[in-house]
């Protein structure tokens, strides 16, 4: 059957569930549990669960005994240790009418899922986290799948490097990270590394972590015994001890009412607060947060990319002293201006920051604004890879002067700008929300007809619609 077709297919029943109260989340956690209870039996010598998890029996139970012995399987994979405790860990049966859970279990058990190659299978459950991200409402950090390839592309990831993300979610980075790497031939010991040690994730959602850990189970990383690095906890609240080679992330936008990180010894003894040495200064705003714990977890000479709201490149007080220390302490090189309409959550105004951690001779900052005169939407117009591929071409620096969209006196549209450090830190707040394109659906103020002629187009108006009004009252 068709991936897509495969796909509907399953999710469509989802539908059928929410009238018993399952909500989009819940239903994919269900899938998840059974799909790999059926991958378990279509290759039993490399899963190897415990008898009870049998699902030929699983499938042939009925009612009440269904349900019942599906609360067993559950608990005692959550019992196993390794990869099964994390997936299965507080795992339990949410589909309570035992007619539909059958209906699911048939569902799954009309595919072979394992003897399609690691990329399909892993496909379909990205697909699967996709549609739950559109139904749901839980996609407003989901990052666009475009965006990630761009990102990833620029960084340039080499084997038997470390690869992390703070707030993984589902693991979508990773995954970017492991389709770049997987287009070249490794050794066997690269293989090896990139199966058990690049990746290190957090995740604060057990449920999400759980997601993550299947995902890249069904994209050839760990094993059942061996798992994935990823942690169910707040990454705030520690510093890493061992710094990796690259940071991938999009972290939560928000403020935080309590748990603020401060480097301040005293405040962190107050309710709310606790304590980063490794930060600049105190701020609730978890964006400027999670980017001064980002740059805490580099290794020197160690790369980013990182998606941050506009509110980080402009916002005063706590945002000032964390722009001034990025551009004092990190080679911030490259900000990309994304396009509004890309991610789930309606409004959000994002950039990508690409930086090294080390100083550096080069005393620039390279703009590329995809945004202004750009529209994109979820459904009728997604964004593409291809849209921001001249980007990526042009995004080593010894490439960028020679681009067609570079901006100068005689190329007024080009994307591509440079700004010094020096222009930079004389702007008010160290401010880098900046703007040189004329967006086609402003008003252009400079070129706005004399204030009588205004007038008169005002008073025209006016009349036209009242004398329309009087045309409606004689009608009446």
Aim: proline share 3%; with cysteine.
């Amino acid at each position: 059957m068709q991936t897509n077709i495969l796909i509907s297919k399953i999710w469509s029943y989802c539908d059928t569930l929410r009238d018993d109260g399952l909500g989009y989340g819940d239903y994919l956690e269900q899938l998840t549990y059974l799909l790999f209870l059926k991958m378990a039996d279509e290759n039993q010598n490399e899963y190897n669960l415990p008898k009870v998890c049998d699902w030929k029996k699983l499938k042939s139970l009925e009612k009440g005994e269904l349900s019942t012995h599906y609360e067993i399987i559950l608990k005692t994979l959550a019992e196993s240790g390794g990869m099964l405790t994390k997936i299965f860990q507080n795992a339990r049966n949410k589909i309570h009418d035992s007619y539909k859970l059958k209906k699911l279990i048939h569902l799954i058990d009309e595919e072979n899922w394992t003897s399609t190659n690691i990329d399909i299978k892993g496909d379909i459950y990205e697909s699967l986290l996709q549609k739950n991200a559109e139904s749901s409402g839980a996609g407003q950090y989901f990052t666009p799948r475009a965006v990630i390839t761009v990102m990833v592309n620029c960084i340039r990831p080499k084997p038997k490097e470390t690869i992390a993300d703070p707030s993984c979610g589902t693991g979508g980075f990773f995954l970017g990270v492991l389709d770049y790497l997987s287009k070249n031939k490794m050794t066997k010991e690269e293989q090896e590394f990139l199966k058990f040690k690049t990746f290190k994730g957090w995740e604060i959602e057990s449920s999400t972590a759980r997601l993550c850990l299947m995902n890249l189970f069904l994209h050839g990383i760990g094993d059942l015994k061996e798992t994935p690095d990823i942690a169910v906890t707040d990454s705030l609240k520690n510093e890493l001890e061992e710094k990796v080679d690259i940071v991938l992330a999009n972290p939560p936008f928000g403020r935080s009412s309590s748990d603020i990180p401060t480097p301040d010894e005293k405040q962190a003894k107050k309710d709310g607060y606790f304590l980063r040495k490794d930060f600049f200064v105190t701020t609730s705003n978890k964006q400027l947060a999670f980017l001064q714990h980002i740059i805490s977890m580099v290794k020197d000479k160690g790369r980013v990319a990182v998606v941050l709201p506009d509110n980080v490149l402009f916002e005063g007080g706590a945002g000032e002293v964390i722009r001034k220390k990025l551009i004092e302490e990190c080679h911030l090189h490259t900000i990309l201006r994304l396009p509004n309409g890309i991610f789930y959550a309606h409004g959000v105004k994002s950039n990508v920051l690409f930086f090294d951690k080390k100083k550096s001779k080069s005393k620039d900052i390279w703009f590329y604004d995809y945004r202004t005169n750009v529209r994109h939407t979820l459904k009728k117009n997604p964004l593409k890879y291809s849209d921001l591929e001249n980007f990526v071409k042009f995004y080593p620096f010894e490439y960028r002067e020679s681009s067609n969209e570079l901006w100068s006196e005689d190329n007024l549209k080009g994307r591509w700008r440079k700004y010094s450090y020096d222009e930079i830190l004389l702007r008010d707040n160290t401010n880098l929300d900046i703007t040189w394109l004329k967006d086609d659906n402003l008003i252009d103020v400079e070129n706005l007809p004399e204030p009588e002629v205004l007038i008169d187009e005002i008073v025209m108006n006016l009349e036209s619609a009242l004398a329309s009004f009087r045309v409606i009252k004689d009608s009446l």
